[in-house]
């Protein structure tokens, strides 16, 4: 086994103003009781990372970009480079959310820039990946995950996997209320955990965190951490309270 260290991520999506985040910010840092077996991010939106990271300075709780682009600089209307992110506080960025890939899309080559980006200029990568409903319904759930590991981490060194999270996140599970089982969030995981361990190799895949997706909520996040290969969550409606994440966070 791994030693995997615990990451608890709130996705802010298209949430908050720079009053409310920044409040939501000074919350978490009032109410997190910093454990070292654990590590806890934002993903605000990117305009206010700079504050919330001001907000979160010395609270160990880091702070991540929800998306990014793979140049340092220049003529790419509309993105934000990983250098920018890493100028407003941010550690960390999210890429291939299945809102990116579904709404705007994102293939998993450009996903896969936007991760090499990121890995090349000093960041965390939190790739997702996720199968949806139909794709599950027809049995192709691990045809899908395995070719979006492969193609997501296409050129990605066994070196920088060390900066490398996986989050699987089931589209069918994702805002919907409807969270996967344990078991098949534990049967996805192991799954991706034999990718990884094919790509790379095992002792890669033994420290990769993969984290689960999908209506994660006080009420279940404590079952989901006890399975063997979850090894975090990425919350999206339940990071917008306080009180719900703080709650997440300090699982048990
Ligand atoms: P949800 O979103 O927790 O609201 O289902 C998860 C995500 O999209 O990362």
Known sequence: ???????????????????????????????????????????PPFTILSEVAHVLEGS??????????????????????????????????????????QLFGESDALVNRRLRGALAFGLM???CIGETL???????????????????LEGVSAAEMARVVVAYEPVWAIGTGRTASKEQAQEA?????????????????????ILYGGSVKPTNIDELMRQPDIDGALVGGAALEAESFLRIIHFQ
């Open 60 to 101: 160990a709780i880091m702070v991540a970009a929800q998306n990014v682009c793979w140049e340092e600089k220049g003529a790419f209307t509309g993105e934000i480079s990983p250098t920018m992110v890493r100028d407003a506080g941010g550690r960390a960025a999210i890429v291939g959310h299945s809102e990116r890939r």
């Open 189 to 209: 995981h192991a799954f991706i955990r034999g990718v990884l361990a094919k790509k790379f190799e095992k002792s890669v895949a033994e420290q990769t965190r």
């Open 125 to 127: 990568g939190i790739l």
């Open 134 to 152: 139909e794709e599950r319904e027809q049995e192709r759930t691990f045809a899908v995950l395995s070719q979006q590991v492969e193609r997501g």
């Open 1 to 43: 086994m791994g030693n995997r260290r615990p990451l608890i991520a709130g996705n802010w999506k298209m949430h908050t103003t720079v009053v409310d985040g920044c409040r939501l910010a000074l919350d978490l840092a009032k109410g997190w009781q910093s454990k070292e077996d654990r590590e806890v991010l934002v993903a």
